[in-house]
């Protein structure tokens, strides 16, 4: 058929500009929007749609996530090692007041990565927190079998808790999502999902003047990196 043809990764002047504010200067995002020049006007017009996903708004969303780890903290070594097969494996939800979770398992292999869950009932979650890793059993999904075979068999454990404000960007050419995340705090002196507001947590980024900011954290090295 004669006509245009597209492809998935169209990289037209307008795009290449917007993601551009990232490689010029702007790393993680930081000032994109508040640079009083062309970078933040040209990552509005090549992102302007919001990621219409459930949980996204004009504010963005907040995301909690319980990560959990072996006994001997395989996984976060596998990451700090920067291992060619790694996993990680979080308990996700997006209010305190949630009635479900996520129970979610990230696999990368080299470039490339799977991201797999199961969605849980509030009572299952807490059980999961309690380390009652039998409520799994419950699901007809096999996944939920793999994750109890694995948790019980490297005696899993909640271990530290990562919150953040996200803000979510899908491109109008490509369909290619950028998310921006503010205001992470984090804690592994409490592992209870469900708590409002998390008791202990300390400040990995902050927000200030409109702009993301460093600052110093009181944190465990384990707390940073599991995010």
């Not at 993601?19 to 995002?29: D, I, M, T």
Request: hydrophobic share 30%; with cysteine; glycine share 10%.
């Amino acid at each position: 058929r004669q006509g245009k043809q597209a492809t998935p990764f169209t990289m037209t002047r307008k795009f290449r500009e917007g993601v551009g504010c990232f490689e010029r200067g702007a790393p993680a995002g930081e000032k994109i929007f508040n640079d009083g020049g062309g970078r933040a006007d040209a990552f509005r017009l090549a992102f302007s749609k919001h990621d219409g996903g459930t949980h996204n708004g004009p504010l963005g969303y907040s995301i909690r996530s319980l990560y959990f780890d072996s006994w001997n903290d395989g996984d976060f070594f596998g990451k700090v090692d920067g291992l060619e097969l790694r996993m990680k494996i979080r308990l996700r939800i997006y209010s305190p007041s949630a009635k479900t979770a996520k129970l979610e398992m990230k696999q990368k292999e080299g470039p490339y990565q799977k991201k797999r869950s199961l969605t849980m009932g509030r009572e299952d979650a807490q059980a999961l927190i309690q380390g009652k890793y039998e409520v799994l059993l419950n699901y007809e999904e096999p996944f939920a079998a793999e994750c109890y075979g694995l948790m019980q068999m490297e005696q899993y454990r909640p271990r530290t808790i990562v919150e953040y404000r996200r803000k979510a960007f899908i491109a109008k050419e490509n369909r290619i999502r950028i998310t921006l995340d503010r205001d992470i705090i984090a804690t592994e002196s409490c592992i209870n999902s469900f708590s409002a507001p998390v008791p202990g947590a300390g400040s990995v980024l902050c927000s200030a003047g409109g702009e993301v900011q460093r600052v110093s954290a009181q944190l465990h090295q384990k707390s940073d990196q599991r995010g």
